[in-house]
């Protein structure tokens, strides 16, 4: 699996889906951690009309929380140990930007999870 190790570098006022920030749901993926909304620019190629360009992919980043939650039994603090920063993404589908194809593709070239370090 791939990772992305230079996550950095994006934009400090990453786009923020408020909804989604972590703490306001305290299940199982939250309460290790930190989840955030954001979009990252990743290049890709139309396999209709094979441009490539620049595309904006949404991601579900889950940054591990600097410390354990209060209250974590044996059972979350062995979970925590291993639990890693990743993130999900959330855009299945874009649309080429080609003004010529404009046609929807599947964005297959981008791992649909990726771990993070950092
Ligand atoms: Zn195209």
């Known amino acids: 699996m791939e990772t992305f190790g230079s996550s950095r570098e994006a934009p400090p006022s990453l786009p923020v889906d408020a909804a989604s920030l972590s703490g306001v749901v305290e299940d199982g993926r939250t309460r290790f951690f930190n989840e955030t909304t954001e979009t990252r620019t990743h290049n890709l190629t139309c396999p209709k009309c094979g441009q490539a360009g620049e595309y904006k992919v949404t991601w579900v980043v ?6 354990l939650p209060r209250h974590a039994d044996e059972r979350d ?13 959330r855009d299945d589908k874009l649309s080429c930007a080609n003004i010529r194809c404009r046609k929807p593709f599947e964005i297959t070239s981008l791992q649909s999870l990726a771990f993070i370090n950092e």
Request: net charge positive; proline share 5%.
């Open 77 to 89: 603090r062995a979970k925590f140990a291993k639990a890693q920063s990743y993130m999900v993404r």
């Open 62 to 67: 889950r940054r591990k929380r600097p410390q």
